[in-house]
């Protein structure tokens, strides 16, 4: 994507506006599955929540990724974009019987679970169907990954995956159910991981829990999960996870068990693919500090305030001439902690000047909320010389949608 086609996006579309780059997400799609089949035999379930646009999702399944899903709305999206149901796999802590009858019913590829009274409940639910649920079981392998604390989630004590010392218990109670059938162990540390030590760490412990499954009899397995949480590059010259190093720390997972690993990428595939346009609505000067206010917030683009993401930022089209200066670009949101960037160098950052917050693709609009009432952004697919809408900016009456001022009331009586 070039500044010209930005420029005109903008221009066309308005601001705030997600682009997304479809070249880029077909390089890294590649790039990421070569890595992969280079050592092991490999499924790659894109993780949806990472930007669920129908578009992203359209694009992704077309490369033939499955989907790695976290609730009934990710499933109906994935069917809608055209993802067999047999290559979708359900994660998630929490799902409620709707979404678990709904999965069972759709021939789901596998629902992972996270603990006893999830598998119990899935197993009774298929019984209840007449169907059998394909089970897999996410460990919480104790393993920390080195990355931001909301995003660490292998580590005991946490709210994800089921203890190691439980694991065999509940694998041997799935086996023996008439309606289940234990067909993966895995696990997902982290999101944002940038070193290959703690997949490393935690496909060891994956390798050993198989061994012992099969040493009790357990033959069903048909894959290891090895989860999502490769990390992307928020700024120039930032430490990554190469794909071919994470292969590596993993393969052993492979070599150990002889089954195919199936992996979950979100923001691998899609955060360096999207930019969020901005404009400055005005500069201000206060307290010693200098402000360039966008016409963009916390609303759109939540990563900087609620995990303190610097994502990089740059002028679109700078103007000739113009010396850098030092700001803070915050958004319209009556929030202190509502900015996009702080003691940003930038030139250019006039009123009016188009401002380009770079590896937006993952976690950026799929976050977007409509505080403060506003309207959330529109969503433009680039591909080379052209470009779509792929999500309009929504309407002032979205905002209201399902709501009334005058509720039909319901009294004691009635709702017994
Ligand atoms: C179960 C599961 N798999 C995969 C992912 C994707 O993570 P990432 O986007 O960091 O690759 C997540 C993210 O939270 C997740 O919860």
Redesign the pocket.
Known sequence: MNDGQLATIAHAVGTPVYVYDAVLIRERYAALAAALTRRFPTHVHY?V??NSNLAILALLQGLGAGA?I?SGGELFRVRAAGFAPGAVVF?GVGKTDEEIRDALAAGIGMINVESEAEAERVAALAAAAGCTARIGIRVNPDVLAETHPYTQ?GAKGMKFGVPLDRVSVLARRVADHPHATLVCIGM?IG??IIAGAPYRAGAERLASLVASLRADGITTLEAVDV????GIAYHAGAAVLDPEDFADAVAPLHDATGLPILV?????LVGPAGVLLTRVLFRKQAGGRDFAIADAGMNDLLRPSLYQAIHPIRVVGTAAGASPEEMDVVGPICETGDFLGLRRELAGATAGALLAIEAAG?YGFSMSSQYNSRRRPAEVLVDGDRWGVVRSRERLEDLTAGETATPRWRHEEEAA
């Open positions: 993780a929540k990472a790695d976290v994660s989630t997902h999101s944002q989860g999502g949480g490769l979950e990428p979100g923001r691998y993952a």
